[in-house]
């Protein structure tokens, strides 16, 4: 089977995407099972990995995205395919990645059904259990950068609030609102707290609260049910508020409006991870201009729909290891067995030779 890794297009200059759909580490793995792998040149850069690295791990390296798509039979991304892509992608073919179609483009929408492309989202493979193997390591990476997030855009020279989020003796810490206790808001939770920031999380499920409860209760973690009373109650007096609720396959409800923006403190600062789904903040957006730091009311955005992208090398060795276990199947059966055989996977489709999922358009 031959695999196509084309380099990410970045969203805008402000939002750029660093992240690769393979690591050198998993060309060398799909070596394994007589694969062929077409690499565009400099993929990796942005995650530091060299052209020789794919080289070495046996990987072809092209020099242009067109020769990529037209090789491949699968073609592994990290994001759906950009405007620049759509002429690129062959009648038919399957392409692999975090694709989000409730907020993609009706223009890309039109390319899948005309080309019956078949489309894999990341974000919808789950398991019998519910749980998600491809989001659940971009959750844990992005609920621990919220920290240093956070504690960046609270500086001064940020123009934030001017506040350290653990404190010191004599001098409180910050007040951190997250928003769902899924694996994001869980693990962003546990990682305010240990700093010493005041946490608390809201969400509607009491099974989540309890088995975070359960797990953080020696730490300074209240839990509390996502009600509009103790939204409005909590924003007043936010330092931070962490958007980490998920819906998978749906646009994210809005949990915070514009009316309690308005109630926040001066130079407070908001990150909504969910922003790629539509957001749970109702100011948040993905901005025409490509800037996701932004103010509204006096109060610091940050809507970066790929933020686990500052990390890069992370996120891609992260992306190939939970990958992995499923391009192995394909591999040992095809592709067509391994969606029949395959309930996970079988979860995944967003497409199907150019036939949507309804709840997803």
């Not at 990410?8 to 992240?19: A, W």
């Not at 067109?66 to 950009?82: C, F, M, N, T």
């Not at 989020?165 to 769902?180: K, M, R, Y």
């Not at 992260?318 to 391994?338: M, Q």
């Amino acid at each position: 089977m031959i695999f196509g890794v084309p380099k990410e297009i970045s969203l805008s200059d402000k939002i750029p995407e660093f992240r690769v759909g393979l690591s050198p580490m998993g060309v060398k793995e799909l070596m394994l099972y007589n694969s062929e792998v077409y690499v565009e040149t400099k993929a990796g850069k942005g995650a530091g990995f060299s052209d020789l690295d794919y080289e070495k791990a046996g990987a072809t390296i092209v020099y242009s995205k067109e020769e990529v798509y037209r090789r491949a039979d699968i073609v592994l991304k990290v994001r759906r395919p950009q405007k620049e892509e759509f002429s690129y992608i062959k009648e038919g073919e399957i392409v692999m990645g975090f694709m989000h179609l409730i907020t993609a483009s009706k223009e890309f929408i039109q390319v899948v059904k005309d080309k019956k492309i078949t489309l894999i989202g990341y974000e919808l493979i789950r398991k019998a259990d519910g749980k998600l193997p491809l989001v659940s390591p971009m959750s844990e990476i992005a609920g621990k950068l919220s920290v240093q997030l956070a504690g960046r855009e609270l500086e001064s020279p940020k123009s934030g609030r001017g506040i350290l989020l653990s404190g010191i003796p004599g001098i409180p810490p910050a007040e951190v609102v997250i928003l769902g206790a899924g694996t994001l808001g869980s693990v962003s939770a546990r990682a305010f707290a240990e700093i010493g920031a005041n946490v608390y999380v809201l969400d509607i499920k009491r099974d989540k609260l309890v088995k975070l409860a359960s797990k953080s209760h020696r730490m300074k973690i209240t839990t509390m049910f996502a009600t509009r009373h103790n939204l409005e109650k909590l924003t007043k007096f936010a330092d931070v508020i962490i958007g980490a609720v998920l819906v998978p396959g749906k646009k994210t409800p809005i949990l915070i409006t514009k009316k309690m923006i308005k109630s926040m403190k001066k130079g407070s600062v908001i990150i909504d991870f969910d922003v790629d789904q539509g957001g749970s903040i109702e100011t948040a957006k993905i901005t025409p201009s490509g800037k996701f730091v932004y103010s509204v009311d006096d109060v610091y955005h940050f809507c970066m729909p790929n933020a686990t992208t500052l990390v890069a090398r992370t996120a891609t060795h992260a992306i190939t290891s939970s990958v992995f276990p499923y391009l192995r199947i394909i591999l040992e059966v095809g592709f067509e067995d391994a969606l029949k055989k395959n309930l996970d996977l079988k979860n995944g489709i967003c497409a199907e030779k150019g036939s949507i999922r309804k709840e997803l358009l």
